[in-house]
Each structure stands twice: as structure tokens, then as C-alpha cells.
């Protein structure tokens, strides 16, 4: 059997066409969408996911700006920039990339961005909100992911989802998303043992641990739906996910590539959390 292969690249350009059209009928009303991006340090993989992130808010036609500060910033200087962000009325959504310096808290800085123009997510009210099933910002891969499962008709209520990962911008809220459509859901993560007797019942299987390749068919029930948030490099230094793609895919119902599943689905809606916001901030004067 050859599973469906999900393609995030294409979903998400489809959903960044509908964010143009809102984008530019907002600007009609003197109100442009802006993102704020804010860089600490030169690490080479925050960087690209900045510059993709600059780049696809500006092709939406939102105003970006980014802030790239040195490695050494104190703290008090990153406050100060996200407190001068929290201020600035054409900023609609600010984002700090993470991992911070280890000198830098960052409870610290995430708590500092207004939790009205947080589109990330990140913030304790927008996630408390989220758990309890208020209108709230919510954590951009795991809504992609809920997306995605939508777009592919993966059914969800009262199937089984195992996530392997219990980070705060993915593993946690994964599993919040998917409850609220009435899955029953197993969190696994590093400690777990026997972890193949837990994804073996998956249903749903959403993996984001950052091993190149773990999860092998051994891990699956044949007809799941996987979905690998991982991007990590091969042996041969090409990109791939933490799923054994060529052998998995011969066991799933569908299974999301690394590259081109769950990545173009982040920066989507990253996107559409700014529109959000803007319109909200915008619809109070307008
Ligand atoms: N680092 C890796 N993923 C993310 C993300 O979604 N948001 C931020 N701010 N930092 C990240």
C-alpha cells in the first residue's frame, strides 16, 4: 500500500492566498498587518527561519520588521526592544526566535510580549486560554498540523493520538488541540519505555523529537496518519525528518515529507495569527 503523501507546501500556499486577499482588504482601510521578528545571535538555522518568515510576510503584503541583536545583548536590552514592540501601533504580532542565549531567560522574554500581539502563542495566558478552549493565540506547528489533518480528512474524533515530544511549542499543545476534537491522547517523550508498544496503537502519530529518522515502520500501525515535525540532516547531510520516510510511507494511510509537510505549515500560520491580530486591533478604530 502507498500512502498519501501530504502535501504542506501546497495547503499552506493555498492559505497564504486567502491572507493576501484579507491582508489587502485591510490595507484598503488604512490598516496594515505588521510582524515584528526578533534574532538573537547568528545561529545559522535561526536565521533561515527568520528570513523565511520576513519573506513570507512581506509576499502577504504585511509590513516586517526585523531586529537582530547581538549574541551579547543583556537581557534588559531584549526587554527593552519587545517593551518598545509591545508600543508600536503598525506592529500587530511579535516573535522572538527561540533558543535564547543561556544567559537570557526566556520565561522572562516571552512573558514580556503583550499577550495581544503574542503570535506565537507562547505566552501563559494564550496557552491558558487555549486549554480551556478560549479564543486565544495558539502555537503555530501544532494549529498547522490540526490544519493539515483537516485538508487530508484524517478523521479524529475518538481515535487514538500517540505525540512523541512534550516540548511547549509542540508536544503540549499538539495534544490540547487534538483532545478538544475528542481524540484520546498519549503523550510519549525520552523517558518513555517501550515506546514502539505505545505508538504501535497510534492512529494519529505525531513525532517531534529531532533524531534523524527514529521512527521506523516497526513503530506504526499499518493505515496511521504520521506526521514528523522533525528536521534534522542524514548521513549525506540531506535534510530529513525524525521518520523513516521511504519505509513508513509504505505503511501509512498518509505521512507529511520533510521538507515541504509540516515547515511551510509553521510560517502559514504564523501569518494567519498576525492578520488575526491586526484585524482585531484594527476593527477597534477603524
Ligand atoms: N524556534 C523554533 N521554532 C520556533 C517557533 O515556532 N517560534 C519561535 N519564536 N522560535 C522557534
New binding site residues.
Given amino acids: 500500500m502507498s500512502s498519501i503523501i501530504i502535501d504542506g507546501k501546497a495547503i499552506g500556499e493555498k492559505i497564504r492566498k486567502e491572507i493576501k486577499i484579507d491582508v489587502e482588504r485591510l490595507i484598503e482601510r488604512g490598516c496594515r498587518p505588521g510582524l515584528a521578528v526578533v534574532l538573537v545571535g547568528e545561529d545559522q538555522a ?1 536565521r533561515t ?1 527568520v528570513s523565511n518568515k520576513e519573506k513570507s510576510s512581506k509576499a502577504v503584503g504585511m509590513k516586517s520588521e526585523l531586529v537582530v541583536l547581538p549574541i551579547t545583548v543583556s537581557q534588559k536590552e531584549l526587554l527593552d526592544t519587545v517593551n518598545r514592540l509591545n508600543e508600536d501601533p503598525t506592529i500587530h504580532g511579535i ?5 535564547l542565549p543561556p544567559h537570557i531567560d526566556e520565561n522572562k522574554v516571552i512573558q514580556s510580549i503583550s499577550p495581544k500581539k503574542d503570535v ?1 502563542g ?1 505566552h501563559p495566558e494564550n496557552v491558558g486560554k487555549m486549554i480551556i478552549g478560549q479564543t486565544s493565540f495558539v ?3 501544532p494549529s498547522g498540523i490540526m490544519e493539515l489533518l483537516e485538508q487530508t480528512g484524517t478523521e479524529i474524533s475518538g481515535k487514538h493520538a500517540v505525540i512523541v515530544g512534550r516540548s511547549n ?1 509542540v508536544g503540549k499543545p499538539m495534544g490540547q488541540l487534538l483532545l478538544q476534537k475528542d481524540a484520546t491522547v498519549t503523550y510519549c517523550h525520552s523517558k518513555t519505555e517501550h515506546l514502539e508498544d505505545f505508538t504501535r496503537q497510534a492512529d494519529i502519530l505525531i513525532v517531534a523529537i529531532g533524531h534523524a529518522k527514529y521512527i521506523t515502520a516497526d513503530h506504526i500501525k499499518e493505515g496511521a496518519t504520521v506526521i514528523d515535525v522533525g528536521m534534522n540532516r542524514d548521513e549525506n547531510g540531506k535534510l530529513c525528518g525524525d521518520v523513516d520516510f521511504e519505509t513508513v510511507k509504505e505503511k501509512a494511510y498518509a505521512i507529511t515529507p520533510v521538507p515541504g509537510g509540516v515547515g511551510p505549515m ?1 510560517v502559514t500560520m504564523l501569518l494567519r495569527n498576525t492578520l488575526k491580530s491586526a484585524q482585531f486591533t484594527c476593527s477597534n478604530y477603524i
Avoid: K, M
Wanted: proline share 7%.
Fill in positions: 535561526s527561519y516573535l522572538v526566535q527561540l533558543p506565537d507562547f502555537s503555530c506547528t511549542i509553521t
